[in-house]
Nanobody
Framework: QLQLVESGGGLVQPGGSLRLSCAPS????????MGWYRQPPGKQRELVAAITSGGNTNYGDSVKGRFAISRNKNTVYLQMNSLTPEDTAVYYC???????????????WGQGTQVTVSS
């Protein structure tokens, strides 16, 4: 079973930075778009940032200018700067993957990594 493996979450003080990373656990043929979503306590999941295979990016309004998404081959990163308590959430990685040449494109999700911003 293919999984997306996330790392880099944790506890950070307001104004601090964290870097999340995510990659598939096994072999794949190709990845289309990749992205990060988050779910704050008691709220719905929302888009944080996404990046296409061509490098085009899209950000949620609340993180523009503070967060940066990037990718290197099959790994996607989220650099988070100037963190505030409102960024506290479980962060989920998402990727649109073709596992084998000629198979369909499917969406995969990571299990989530907790980011807590608190003094």
């Amino acid at each position: 079973q293919l999984q997306l493996v996330e790392s880099g979450g944790g506890l950070v003080q307001p104004g601090g930075s964290l870097r999340l990373s995510c990659a598939p656990s096994g072999s794949i043929f190709s990845i289309n778009a990749m992205g990060w979503y988050r779910q704050p306590p008691g709220k719905q999941r929302e888009l944080v940032a996404a990046i296409t295979s061509g490098g085009n990016t899209n950000y949620g309004d609340s993180v523009k200018g503070r967060f940066a998404i990037s990718r290197n081959k099959n790994t996607v990163y989220l650099q988070m700067n100037s963190l505030t308590p409102e960024d506290t959430a479980v962060y989920y990685c998402n990727a649109n993957i073709m596992r084998i040449l000629g198979s369909r494109w499917d969406d995969y999700w990571g299990q989530g990594t907790q980011v807590t911003v608190s003094s």
